[in-house]
């Protein structure tokens, strides 16, 4: 099980990505209140430590028969407030501003966009972010302070850990034993208080060893690739276009938000995320339940190819009919933890607090000072936008109002 979004990032090769405004989830989701929350500090955090980022703004294009669908966006935004935490400073602005432009408007900014684009919602808070240097600027905080961070180090075990008062151990602490292998082979063994697991594709494990086997969290897994581009049909793009999501059975499209253009901080163009769900491994014992028969199976589908370019070249055609085919070339591939699978309808981010006495048994007395663990599920897509916010609700609601306490 890798551990951390950073190794996490650099494995599926994810750049550059761009910062969702907040537009397409349950107005009273996570997902949403995180995303907003998290753009604002995103943006702070970039300026405060010179990492590279633009806002330049994003169109969700419409036919006409998609109309409804834009009109519908741009209401739920009009409603929004800000969320938890938000600074006062900033309660007389909109949480997230959106205009609709008809097609004409649209092809003012985009002069390249089909015809049949009859109008399109626009986003001005979302941008775009270097995300490799984001991370770095992140390492050198949490080494700045005394932190650690381990690179090529699997959790191969954790275990919830009670003192035994009898033994005269120097442990006299709750909390949890966990158990790494570093390389190819250094083992290790450390005492938590508190355990943040964050491994994305393999966090439900960890809490899957734990566990009873009726009460075991399934993952699915969604590649998804992305394609770069050069030619014609794009003249001077400077925003990100969306297509409307194919809704289909899943009423929002909430699995995929279509083939889009994306930029990096350099100019260059990419289309994507498509979608191809993969099948892990499981054991003959478990073959209902998707385990860690091999959990690091997804690192074999890594490598982008041209199997899915010709959709996604008639995907990017519906709104951008001028692009030529032989400029497109396989680029990067990600897979996003999805807690539904190919039929599944909306699932938010997802929390799970444990403690050392939950898996004990009730003997055990959880003492004043509570030892979590909190275990983060499901954290795609707006996960890199949302990531500050997420930390803040880890230890703002959930470490500290545990404990009674208030960050000092």
């Given at each position: 099980m890798q551990v951390g979004g950073l190794s996490l990032q650099r494995a599926t090769g994810l750049g550059v990505l761009s910062r969702e405004a907040g537009l397409y989830y349950p107005a009273d989701s996570l997902k949403t209140s995180l995303c907003i929350r998290g753009r604002h500090l995103m943006y702070e955090y970039c300026k405060g430590h010179n990492v590279p980022h633009k806002k330049i703004g994003k169109l969700v294009v419409a036919r006409a028969d998609q109309l409804s669908y834009i009109e519908g966006l741009h209401t739920k935004a009009r409603k929004m407030t800000w969320p938890l935490h938000t600074p006062s400073s900033l309660s007389n602005t909109l949480a997230l501003p959106t205009k609709l432009i008809s097609g004409e408007q649209v092809r003012e900014y985009?002069?390249?966009?089909?015809?049949?684009?009859?109008?399109?919602?626009?986003?001005?808070?979302?941008?775009?972010?270097?995300?490799?240097?984001?991370?770095?600027?992140?390492?050198?905080?949490?080494?700045?302070?005394?932190?650690?961070?381990?690179?090529?180090?699997?959790?191969?075990?954790?275990?919830?850990?009670?003192?035994?008062?009898?033994?005269?151990?120097?442990?006299?602490?709750?909390?949890?034993?966990?158990?790494?292998?570093?390389?190819?082979?250094?083992?290790?063994?450390?005492?938590?208080?508190?355990?943040?697991?964050?491994?994305?594709?393999?966090?439900?494990?960890?809490?899957?060893?734990?566990?009873?086997?009726?009460?075991?969290?399934?993952?699915?897994?969604?590649?998804?690739?992305?394609?770069?581009?050069?030619?014609?049909?794009?003249?001077n793009v400077t925003h990100l276009v969306y297509p409307c999501p194919d809704t289909g059975r899943t009423v929002h499209g909430f699995q995929s938000l279509g083939t889009h253009l994306t930029l990096d901080m350099q100019g260059k163009l990419k289309f994507g995320p498509d979608l191809d769900w993969l099948q892990p491994p499981t054991s003959q014992n478990d073959s209902d339940i998707i385990d860690d028969a091999d959990p690091d199976f997804w690192q074999h589908h890594l490598v982008p190819d041209e199997t899915r370019l010709a959709q996604m070249i008639d995907a990017v055609k519906q709104y951008l009919p001028g692009v030529d085919t032989e400029g497109f070339q396989p680029d990067y591939c990600g897979v996003r933890p999805k807690l539904v699978g190919p039929?599944?309808?909306?699932?938010?981010?997802?929390?799970?607090?444990?403690?050392?006495?939950?898996?004990?048994?009730?003997?055990?007395?959880?003492?004043?000072?509570r030892r979590p663990m909190i275990t983060l599920l499901g954290i795609e897509s707006p996960g890199l936008t949302s990531s500050l916010a997420i930390a803040e609700r880890v230890v703002e609601d959930i470490l500290c109002r545990d404990n009674g306490q208030a960050r000092k």
């Open positions: 985009e002069p390249d966009l089909s015809e049949s684009i009859t109008a399109a919602l626009w986003s001005p808070e979302t941008g775009i972010v270097d995300s490799h240097s984001l991370m770095e600027s992140l390492e050198t905080n949490i080494t700045d302070g005394g932190g650690e961070v381990a690179y090529q180090t699997r959790v191969v075990r954790v275990d919830p850990y009670k003192p035994d008062t009898s033994s005269g151990s120097s442990l006299n602490d709750s909390g949890w034993v966990v158990q790494t292998v570093t390389g190819e082979g250094e083992s290790d063994a450390l005492l938590a208080r508190t355990l943040i697991n964050s491994s994305g594709l393999a966090a439900h494990l960890i809490l899957n060893s734990l566990l009873p086997k009726e009460s075991r969290i399934p993952m699915y897994y969604g590649r998804g690739s992305y394609a770069s581009y050069r030619g014609p049909g794009v003249k039929q599944g309808g909306f699932r938010d981010f997802e929390f799970h607090t444990h403690y050392p006495h939950s898996f004990l048994g009730p003997h055990m007395d959880p003492g004043r000072v």
